[in-house]
């Protein structure tokens, strides 16, 4: 623990980064605020329209009608733009990019998830470069700065897209998630507002929830973590790993709302600068090929990736235990079975499927490894312990055989 601590607020020998939106506006009733804030982003290109990228669901509600009254009361014209709510293909992307193209914005308000919020980044990429997102796949690809601003305002705690520098799509020929990711791409404008919350229903909060948890732990386990993000991160963890339940069995509960909308924020810098680890490697793939929720995907996967990575993040590990358990154990392994046992609680009250509720059968296995082991993403290379395919699929393997992680070989 003492080493943890010191490792984390020790400054590094070498140079680090942290990138970050211009602007971040967080609270209850920011998003009816911000309007004034993006006025002043577009400047004197006020005078054409906003694009306002939402769902179907969301204006169904009442939660983009009081949005949209704010950016009116600046006397902004707006185009309303109502998506599927889903996650976005490839598709979908092409489809946003062309009707943006036609409208023709001064600047973009994205109100929605993840999928809401990658699609209006996507959207705004291909309005000024042309092409198709699918040109655009992997990182550093975007050629330049948007010359029209992007404001994001999150309705669920759990992406971090409105922080992001990166825009998920599937591609449908082959039903993995792809990616486009750039500085260029990190919204100008990120609002989070707990009150926009309140309505998610409760799956939706436990796959959303479950998703932020595994973003903000990977950020503390990461190579790439440097101690702006460890402090953004461990605190992130501590917020979305306490109230996750809460908010999840209650959705009125304002309290776990807010931290929860709050970890999220959190969670999104930390991962934007340090990045996820290899749940996320294999959600990329399970999530699409069997059509569940990406948080569903993660989630179960988590504790056999918390598991693995135990014997090289022992003493990140053993202090997130500190976090949750009444009585840490003092010796690191003791602490990390707690902390993964706290996961597998929490996962379990959460009504997450297995695989074999989700269609996947034993002859699939294989195959699966060969597409996880294969998927070209960036999570794979960024786990704390190296993967190879026997340890993809043995991961696969357990949780298909429903092993409890702590049984996991490492």
């Known amino acids: 623990m003492d080493q943890m601590l010191e490792d984390a607020f020790t400054l590094p020998d070498t140079v680090f980064r942290f990138a970050s939106p211009s602007q971040i506006l967080y609270g209850r009733g920011a998003a009816t605020r911000f309007a004034e804030h993006f006025s002043q982003l577009l400047g004197e290109q006020a005078k054409g329209p906003v694009l306002v990228v939402t769902d179907e669901i969301l204006i169904s509600v009442g939660i983009t009608g009081p949005v949209v009254e704010a950016l009116a009361g600046m006397e902004l014209d707006v185009e309303i733009f109502a998506r599927q709510p889903e996650e976005p293909t490839a598709a979908a992307v092409n489809a946003l990019g062309n009707h943006t193209a036609c409208v023709d914005p001064v600047g973009i308000v994205a109100i929605g998830g993840g999928a809401t919020m990658d699609s209006a980044k996507s959207a705004r990429v291909l309005h000024q470069f042309g092409g198709r997102i699918e040109e655009y796949e992997g990182i550093g690809t975007v050629p330049a700065p948007a010359t029209i601003p992007l404001a994001a305002i999150a309705t669920t705690s759990g992406t971090g897209s409105e922080t992001g520098y990166a825009a998920l799509f599937t591609h449908e020929e082959t039903s993995t998630k792809r990616f486009v990711g750039s500085p260029h791409m990190v919204p100008d404008l990120a609002v989070v507002d707990p009150d926009l919350t309140a309505s998610v229903p409760p799956a939706t909060t436990a796959h959303t929830g479950i998703d932020a948890l595994a973003q903000a732990i990977g950020p503390f386990l990461s190579p790439l973590r440097h101690p702006i993000t460890d402090v953004l991160a461990r605190e992130a963890v501590r917020l979305l790993g306490g109230n996750l339940l809460a908010a999840y069995r209650d959705g009125t509960d304002m309290t776990a709302r807010s931290a929860m909308a709050y970890g999220s924020l959190m969670m999104g810098l930390a991962m934007n600068n340090a990045e996820c680890i290899g749940e996320h490697f294999f959600a990329e793939i399970v999530g699409p090929r069997y059509s569940i929720p990406h948080g569903v995907s993660v989630g179960?996967?988590?504790?056999?990736?918390?598991?693995?990575?135990?014997?090289?993040?022992?003493?990140?590990?053993?202090?997130?235990?500190?976090?949750?358990?009444?009585?840490p154990a003092e010796d690191d392994q003791t602490a990390i079975d707690q902390f993964v046992g706290f996961t597998n609680s929490l996962l379990g009250e959460l009504d997450l499927p297995t695989l074999r509720d989700i269609g996947v059968r034993s002859r699939h296995l294989d195959e699966l490894t060969d597409h996880i082991y294969g998927h070209i993403g960036i999570e794979l290379d960024l786990n704390p312990r190296p993967m190879n395919r026997e340890d993809c699929a043995r991961i696969l393997a357990a949780a298909y055989d429903e092993i409890p992680a702590l049984e996991m070989a490492v």
């Open 300 to 327: 179960m996967f988590l504790p056999y990736i918390l598991q693995f990575n135990r014997n090289v993040s022992a003493a990140r590990l053993a202090a997130l235990a500190a976090l949750f358990v009444e009585d």
